[in-house]
């Protein structure tokens, strides 16, 4: 070979050995960082160019894919009852991103998952198109339908469990939306979903697991299990050592009760089933603050749960000695999200044993074949079985004699507690109505419940867990017990 061909056939050599390096440098040195930039429309093209899987509750979908032919994304993602499912889905918008599930779940609904790989290894051989794998959940469609219509046209939420296996049965939040509205890429979409962020009723947050409310008198349960535990009181029907009227510590401020109720010396069966806040605020005084704080940390405060998806922290305080006795009435700075307080219902109803909720039950290939099954895994054991028999006897005497009489189901044995939740700055604002609850059979609790009602409609004199909150958490707890049937 001659010098100038030589020369030539060296720069080409280098040409390619360029091309080699700069190659591989894109495609595994840089492949995440530019797949995950925002301005690579070549990703989000290819993640709406087939179908999407779906998410399956009862065997069947609740979600599907739409040919489009507006733009470069050639199908959508639409949604069945998509208000009553959005606080379990989320969105999945071809123009802005996804949430919930829907984001979670992507590369097992967009088929991407590494999971996938010898489907997708297949595809590519059979020349069989691609499309996405399945999302089983563990809802409930008849429990969801019950939380969705029982709220209706209010505010609040509802968490539903199982207390076995830690399941969740149903997630509602209202007012809801419809993902649907902007699942595309239009300007029609763009409007829609900035009307929604505007809505002064925040249709989108999903109040059962992001949005934490005092509990009221609910966490007067925790407080119980915390005096059981530490050894304050043994006996449910003993008197307990609390006067009428009961004086804040370091101050001068009275606790009241609701009306005039029993609730001097009452017994812990008796202070639960009248909701007596002076037995209660003086029992997390006589605890203090650390051993209240040990034992909602046990019932899973004070640290996010993921379900998959996130719920936020609830909070038991570290607080002085009068904010740690209101607090322990469920008032102060102690703050629940509805998740939180139907863990605490299912823990007592399990005798003890609290379960990591979780609603992705199975995760499926495009073939059906199933490449993830959910093990049920036990959070933590929040107090003897001895104790938590003790408070389903206290919470079942709260919906058989008390406060929760509008949760009764025929036949069924049921136990609940309660709660009207102080709002506002000096209960300034319309109180919350809160009510938890559990239902009991010959097996064992198939379902604990917990609800939370802003109603701002209501009389403020009308606004009661009994009254607003049971019957919610009736219709739901029924609906799981028709379908076991």
């Known amino acids: 070979m001659n010098k100038p061909l030589r020369r030539i056939a060296m720069f080409c050599g280098l040409l390619i050995l ?21 301005h690579n429309r070549r990703v989000e093209i290819e993640r709406y160019a087939h179908e999407r899987g779906n ?17 470069d994304f050639k199908y959508k993602r639409v949604w069945k009852d998509g208000p009553m499912w959005a606080p379990v889905t989320g969105y999945s918008s071809q123009a802005f991103d996804s ?41 409930d469609g008849a429990a969801q339908k019950a939380a969705f219509e029982g709220l209706g046209d209010k505010k609040g939420a509802v968490a539903a469990l199982d207390p076995q296996t830690g399941a969740i049965l149903a997630l509602a939040s209202t007012p809801s939306y419809d993902p649907s509205v902007f699942a595309g890429n239009s300007f029609k979409d763009s409007d829609a979903r900035q009307k929604l962020l505007k809505d002064e009723d925040k249709p989108m947050l999903n109040r059962a697991l992001r949005e934490t409310y005092p509990p009221g008198s609910t966490f007067k349960v925790v407080t119980a299990a915390a005096a059981l535990e530490n050894g304050l009181y043994t006996d449910i029907d003993a008197d307990t050592e609390s006067p009428l009227p009961w004086q804040l510590p370091q101050s001068t401020n009275l606790l009241q009760n609701e009306g005039d109720i029993p609730c001097e010396n009452a017994s812990l069966r008796e202070a639960l089933r009248w909701s007596c806040n002076t037995v209660f605020g003086k029992m997390s005084d006589d605890l203090g603050n650390d051993k209240m704080i040990e034992q909602a940390d046990k019932f899973g405060f004070n640290k996010e749960v993921f379900t998959p998806v996130r719920a936020d922290a609830s909070i038991y305080p570290k607080d002085n000695r009068p904010q740690n006795a209101m607090a322990g009435i469920g008032q102060a700075s102690n703050r629940a999200t509805p998740l939180q307080m139907a863990m605490v219902a299912s823990a007592i109803a399990n005798d003890g044993k609290l379960m990591q909720p979780y609603m992705v039950a199975q995760r499926q290939a495009p073939n059906l ?20 028999q003790k408070l389903q006897q206290m919470m079942e005497t709260v919906v058989k004699d008390g406060t929760g009489k509008n949760a009764q189901i025929d036949g069924v044995t049921v136990g609940g507690k309660t709660g009207t939740a102080q709002h506002g700055l000096n209960n300034s604002e319309k109180p919350y109505a809160w009510f938890i609850s559990y239902a009991k059979t010959d097996s064992g609790s198939p379902v604990a419940v917990a609800v939370v009602v802003e109603d701002g409609n209501a009389n403020r004199d009308d606004i ?6 049971a019957p919610i958490a009736k219709s739901v707890m029924k609906a799981v017990l028709d379908g076991k049937k």
């Open 18 to 38: 360029a091309l080699l390096v700069r190659t591989n440098y894109l495609q595994y040195v840089r492949a995440d960082e530019l797949n995950a930039n925002e």
């Open 55 to 71: 998410i399956i509750v009862d065997g069947e979908p609740i979600t599907g894919s739409v040919e489009t032919t507006d733009g």
């Open 99 to 139: 949430s919930q599930l829907e984001n979670l779940e992507d590369g097992i609904l967009t088929g991407n998952s590494d999971q996938l790989f010898f489907d997708r290894t297949l595809s590519m051989f059979t020349g069989e198109k691609k499309t996405g794998g399945n999302i089983v959940t563990t809802l």
């Open 369 to 388: 074949d199933v490449i993830y099954t959910h093990e049920k895994e036990q959070l933590s054991e929040p107090l003897s079985g001895e104790n938590a």
């Open 464 to 469: 009661s867990g009994g009254g607003l909150a």
